[in-house]
């Protein structure tokens, strides 16, 4: 089993969990991620671990050391899609790869090549990595798989081994993860309890 990690990062509404719901089968997302969400996508023999992480520019990323690749997701139905890019290219620069990806292209008149020139323009970066999706449409989610694949085994960042081999601190990673989760779901639990005690 091979194995990669992936940070995914963008600006408020632009349809991050809603992607890594189409890539792993499953409903749109209907609510904003409010934490950093730990998500695993299989494709093939390659297990992707992706970090979720929440679209708010106002506050700074818990930037997961063990993710190698970065994803920043941009919202092509915005009416300026490249509002916060300096912002999101500044927190993962030093990765050794950073994709864009253009999300809700059926709901965009902007073009692919247009979108690519302003990100190489605004970044000042050459050999822009940029792939158009929408999380509505099987056939692009199913090419984006094929081709984030091998862009992923062609850039040497993936590994035979579990991760944790790579970097001791991933187990502690993910329990400090797992604990703010589990403690989210007893606060909403008790404010449902409370909610149904007014009733």
Not at 38 to 44: A, E, N, S, T
Not at 103 to 131: A, E, G, M, P
Not at 151 to 176: A, H, K, R, W
Request: glycine share 2%; charged share 20%; proline share 3%.
């Amino acid at each position: 089993m091979k194995q990669t990690r992936i940070l995914l990062i963008g600006d408020q509404n632009t349809g991050k969990t809603s992607l890594i719901n189409a890539l792993c089968n499953e409903s749109i997302a209907t609510f904003p991620t409010v934490y950093q969400e730990f998500r695993k996508i299989q494709i093939d023999k390659l297990q992707i671990l992706i970090y979720d992480c929440p679209g708010n520019p106002s506050k700074e990323y818990n930037i997961q050391q063990t993710a190698l690749v970065a994803v920043v997701a941009i919202n092509l139905e915005h009416q300026n899609p490249f509002l916060y890019l300096e912002y999101h290219h500044h927190l993962v620069k030093d990765k050794p790869l950073i994709i864009f990806i253009g999300c809700k292209s059926d709901r965009t008149h902007h073009t692919y090549n247009v979108i690519k020139q302003q990100i190489s323009k605004i970044l000042n970066i050459q050999n822009v990595i940029l792939y158009f999706t929408s999380a509505l449409n099987q056939k692009e989610i199913a090419k984006f798989k094929e081709d984030l694949s091998q862009l992923l085994y062609q850039s040497g960042l993936v590994f035979d081994d579990d991760l944790q081999t790579q970097n001791p601190n991933v187990s502690y990673i993910e329990e400090q993860d797992s604990q703010f989760l589990n403690k989210w779901a007893q606060f909403l639990n008790c404010c449902c309890a409370c909610l149904k005690k007014d009733e």
